[in-house]
């Protein structure tokens, strides 16, 4: 429960123009089974982005976590 309150206010407080993207997340998608070590991509306060760290392109200048 707290990683979901914590992703909450991140994508509230990351609704800039500059990207943000997290690295080495578990992503626990509704199906389909997890992803280790997954990134996860948010710009405007919206997920543009999420997947295997291997399939997902990280946008130039984004800020990584």
Excluded: E, M
Excluded at 1 to 7: D, E, H, I, M, T
Excluded at 18 to 29: D, E, M, Q, S
């Amino acid at each position: 429960k707290a990683a979901v309150w914590w992703f909450a206010a991140c994508l509230l407080l990351c609704a800039q123009d500059t990207p943000v993207a997290f690295k080495g997340a578990r992503l626990i998608p509704i199906s389909g089974p997890d992803v280790d070590d997954g990134v996860l991509v948010v710009a405007n306060g919206r997920i543009v982005a999420a997947g295997p760290a291997s399939r997902v392109s990280i946008p130039p200048g984004a800020r990584t976590i």
